[in-house]
């Protein structure tokens, strides 16, 4: 039976399936056949999968030492990337029947969307762990799937919301705006009662306060069971902890910044002007849409009332990152929530296609119907992001070569140094090379790239790593006792910085670099 459902569902969506992942090639294709690095995924090499249980992610610790175990966490860009391509794919498609959306064009335009939105760009620069994540973003709509589709699903639904967050914290959004979008969806309905949609509303709220404790309880756990403490790296430490006199401030601040998002770029996804506008085109569809299912089903004033409440929390939900993380750096990686500002156009207009309205037809669906002119606007978005998609691998292959030869460089000129020796250990005095003429040309020209990516690895924390893997060069380092003496020496002060000549010194065994001046 369960095969047959399988069956069913594929047939179903074979369509979507096929557009999402000849979109997805298109957008991520180069990055499946380069090796491409930022700065933590230069770190994780040949294997590993990041960051576990002291950030908070108790589920990927399991998960990750048990891959390790039976199979490995290799870091290869094609098998990761496309498992990462082929979880998402189902995600999209199980969306789509979580919505009951049956329009082919409709779940083909979804599908793809979803596979080229920036946040997936921003996960594939994180490839070792690339996998995972998709996971984890597969539970996060699962979660909500479960609640529909079985009469206690509840109870999975906070389980599988606590293994999410386990494997990666910023999918919790996702989880909420679907439930607010089966909300709109709902009350959008010609037999609708504003007591079901309250009702449905409290039970979600309660599924998410529960997901969210049972994360901490296992947590906890984790945490006794594996003796470990969490780091204060981007706040982890305080997870939970929302101070209730800001509350009304971060509230506001949440719901204006996604009102800006077509004007400011929003973390990638309104990066350039065609997409803002985009936006803007979608936004006003939405509304105009949503008034006329109100008006063509005569609905009541409290279905006007709920729906416009319903409507104003929704920015909230797609936003909800900034709740949850009011003091961490948020970038691209973290906001796949926004999607959903794509797919809700999509539900309007699935419904009016339901709809027995002839004048919903002869509007929306006629030869030069609205419909149409939304069709061509998603055709924009999708080249737009496939697009940028590439121009980001591509700035980040040449921020890769440009690496390799200036660290090349940096060897080449210790080991002429006079009196070189191999055995010699590595100070370098300072964090970051303040060489002037070094510049990623690039920047000036590419102001689309998405969090994750990078203009430099020269001063990353894992440039010791990007030269063991590229220049196949291990540093014998001097211990940070014997740094901080050298520190303190007077012919430091009269060193120049890199590259100019005295900026290479060998002191007894010692090789010294100054890279930087020191405060």
Not at 146 to 175: D, K, N, W
Request: with cysteine.
């Amino acid at each position: 039976m369960m095969f047959l459902n399988i069956k069913c569902f594929f047939a179903k969506y074979k369509i979507p399936l096929f557009a999402g992942f000849f979109t997805a090639l298109f957008a991520h294709l180069f990055v499946l056949v380069n090796i491409l690095h930022n700065y933590d995924n230069v770190a994780v090499l040949p294997s590993g999968y990041g960051t576990g249980i002291a950030s908070g992610r108790w589920f990927l610790t399991i998960l990750g030492d048990f891959i390790g175990k039976v199979w490995g966490n290799y870091n290869i860009s094609l098998f990761n990337g496309l498992i990462t391509i082929g979880i998402l794919l189902l995600v999209a498609c199980l969306i789509l029947d979580l919505f009951h959306v049956d329009n082919v064009w409709i779940g083909a335009i979804w599908t793809s969307v979803f596979l080229c939105f920036p946040t997936v760009t921003s996960t594939l620069f994180f490839i070792y762990t690339a996998p995972y994540y998709a996971l984890a973003i597969a539970m996060a709509v699962m979660a909500v799937w479960v609640t529909e589709r079985f009469p206690h699903g509840h109870f999975l639904s906070m389980f599988l919301q606590a293994c999410s967050l386990g494997i990666y914290q910023a999918y919790f959004p996702m989880t909420a705006t679907l439930f607010v979008l089966l909300l709109i969806s709902k009350i959008l309905e010609e037999d609708s009662s504003l007591k079901v949609i309250i009702k449905n509303g409290v039970s979600y709220l309660g599924c998410l306060a529960g997901g969210m404790l049972t994360y901490f309880g296992l947590l906890k756990v984790s945490l006794w069971y594996y003796g470990k403490e969490l780091h204060d790296y981007q706040g982890v430490d305080s997870m939970g902890k929302l101070d209730l006199q800001e509350f009304p401030a971060l509230l506001t601040k949440t719901f204006l910044q996604f009102l800006k998002m077509p004007i400011k770029n929003y973390y990638g996804v309104t990066s350039t002007n065609i997409l803002k506008f985009a936006v803007i085109f979608l936004g006003i569809f939405s509304v105009c849409a949503i008034l006329f299912l109100l008006i063509i089903n005569k609905y009541k004033w409290p279905i006007y009332m709920g729906t416009i409440g319903l409507c104003l929390i929704f920015p909230l939900a797609v936003n909800s990152i900034q709740i949850m993380c009011p003091k961490s750096y948020i970038y691209t990686l973290m906001i796949y929530a926004a999607v959903f500002i794509y797919f809700l156009p999509l539900i309007l207009i699935e419904k009016l296609w339901k709809t027995k309205s002839k004048i919903a037809h002869q509007l929306f669906y006629s030869g030069g119907g609205i419909c149409n002119i939304v069709k061509i606007v998603y055709g924009i978005i999708l080249f737009s992001y496939i697009w940028l998609s590439n121009g980001n691998y591509t700035a980040m292959y040449y921020m890769n070569r440009q690496t390799e030869n200036y660290l090349t460089m940096v060897i080449t000129r210790v080991q002429e140094t006079e009196h070189f020796n191999e055995s010699f250990q590595w100070i370098f005095i300072g964090n970051n090379f303040s060489d002037p003429n070094f510049k990623y040309s690039w920047s000036a020209y590419t102001p689309y790239l998405y969090g994750g990516n990078t203009t430099s690895l020269i001063n990353a924390y894992s440039r010791n790593s990007f030269i063991r893997n590229f220049q196949g060069y291990f540093i014998p380092l001097a211990d940070a006792e014997t740094v901080e003496e050298i520190k303190k020496m007077d012919f430091i002060k009269t060193m120049p910085c890199y590259p100019s000549d005295g900026s290479i010194k060998i002191y007894e065994d010692l090789i010294v670099i100054k890279i930087e001046e020191l405060e």
